[in-house]
């Protein structure tokens, strides 16, 4: 198994060092701790940069990350950054396409971040006559945690507060956690675990389903006990948990390098590369029952013999045949194709007294009979006739095998590059060579995947 690489966003008044602790907790992964600018290691030289620099330097950092894929980790200020580059890789933008999701950490969302006035006042003194003294960073430190944090890490925290510098921590509060980037991102099509501490005020579980939740498709919220708001200080085995959990789950959609590069690279336009990347989604849930979805198992697997996972591709077929997408069309003498794959399966199960059920020889020699159109009841409203039922049938195979075959990793296992001979360009690249058994320097091998 493949795993993302997790690129891990810190927290205002902090720097990458504050993952050290869940990094150790991480061995199998391979994590970057970025510092921001202003924070941490980048914080002598290098001023401060506003939201807009922060998340285009994030996104170039994945263009030149040289991983097949990657997790964005924020946390607080760094999760109103993951959000944004989230949205523009959902979006389909150039050489993002290696994200697969993201983990928010008790996140700023992209909307104004929730803050009492008079706190935010009182943190803007404490740079009124330049960096912020000790006593100032003990205050910040022990109010954003739910516990007294142990001495080495403390200090740790502490020293971080103190070495930021003071025009990006002023640059945060006074313009960076107020602006409001909400209008620009719709529900964004891609993975998202929100995690928050069961103390925090601001920035905890009812903020962040209020604010950040809905920004996704997918989204689950975790909330961590006995932490406040500096989780990966506070509780780094229940962090790297969740982490792990997470992107386990995401680990089968990774595509081999040289496809996931292809499908990043110029030669593809936004949209089709947006639309592929939603395809490496999980699929959404559907409203099929738990009998329908068991023949719809059965039947995808009868199908596709070989295929790893029937389970996931019968449920991307019923998102499909459910809001009514298909392929455009169906034989006149079937209902619309909702209709029709509920008599058809109703027909298959009352026939064959329960099709999943069956050993899956027994369901091979009903499919024979069935595409032979032999198999049938009478077209009652409920039902399909056997001539319908050979007709249903063959539609079924074509929707599966379409699904299949749309997917990217079923692309990247047989070579297809079909997709890369457009772009956003005024002039589509196409292809040059066009004899048969030519291949041009672009294009990818076929792999498989790992």
């Known amino acids: 198994m493949i795993r993302p690489t997790l690129l891990m966003l810190h927290a205002l008044g902090a720097s990458g060092d504050e993952w050290r602790q869940v990094r150790e907790r991480l061995p199998d992964y391979d994590c970057v701790a970025l510092d921001l600018p202003g924070f941490g290691a980048a914080a002598a030289g290098q001023g401060h ?14 263009r030149a990350s040289g991983a097949p894929a990657c997790i ?7 999760g109103k950054l993951a959000t944004l580059v989230a949205a523009r890789a959902a979006a389909g933008e150039y050489g ?18 929730p803050m009492d006035e008079a706190r935010r006042a009182q943190m803007l003194g404490w740079c009124a006559d330049g960096a912020i003294d000790r006593d100032a960073a003990e205050t910040f430190v022990d109010a954003n945690t739910a516990a007294r944090l142990p001495d080495p890490l403390r200090e740790a925290a502490i020293a971080d507060v103190r070495r930021s510098a003071p025009e990006a921590w002023i640059a945060w509060l006074e313009r960076g956690s107020r602006e409001d980037w909400s209008a620009d991102i719709g529900p ?17 579980e009812a903020a962040q389903r209020r604010l950040n939740q809905p920004l996704y498709e997918e989204a689950e919220v975790a909330v961590v006990a006995d932490a406040a708001h500096l989780i990966p200080y506070e509780q780094p085995d229940a962090l790297a948990a969740l982490i792990d959990g997470f992107a386990t789950g995401l680990a089968a959609s990774v595509l081999p390098r040289a496809f996931a590069d292809l499908l990043g690279s110029a030669r593809v336009s936004r949209r089709t590369r947006a ?30 013999p070989d295929l790893a996972d029937a389970d996931d591709l019968a449920r991307r077929v019923e998102a499909s045949i459910g809001d009514g997408g298909g392929d455009g069309w169906r034989f006149d003498s079937l209902p619309p194709d909702r209709i029709a794959w509920v ?13 999943a059920a069956l050993d899956r020889s027994v369901q091979a020699d009903w499919l024979d009979r069935l595409a032979a159109g032999e198999v049938g009841c009478d077209d009652d409203g409920r039902h399909l006739s056997p001539a319908q039922m050979a007709l249903w049938f063959e539609d079924v195979r074509a929707e599966v095998v379409r699904s299949w075959i ?13 997709f890369a001979v457009g772009g956003d360009g005024p002039r589509k690249q196409g292809y040059v060579r066009t004899q048969a058994d030519t291949v041009e320097a672009w294009q990818v091998q076929s792999e498989t995947v790992a």
Do not use: C, K, N
């Open 406 to 418: 749309a997917l990217p990793a079923t692309m990247a296992a047989i070579g297809y590059d079909g």
């Open 96 to 113: 993002l396409s290696r994200l697969l999701g993201v983990v928010l950490v008790a996140a700023s969302p992209p909307s104004p971040e």
């Open 72 to 78: 964005l980790v924020g946390h607080s200020m760094g």
């Open 188 to 204: 964004i099509a891609m993975p998202a675990l929100i995690v928050a501490g069961s103390d925090d005020g601001d920035l905890g």
């Open 275 to 304: 639309a592929m990347l939603a395809r490496l989604r999980p699929p959404r849930p559907s409203d099929w029952s738990a009998a329908q979805h068991a023949t719809i198992v059965a039947l995808t697997g009868q199908i596709l």
């Open 49 to 62: 940069a506003d939201v807009v620099t922060m998340a285009d330097q994030l996104a170039d950092a994945i």
């Open 343 to 355: 008599r058809g399966l109703a027909t298959l199960d009352t026939v064959t007294g329960g099709f």
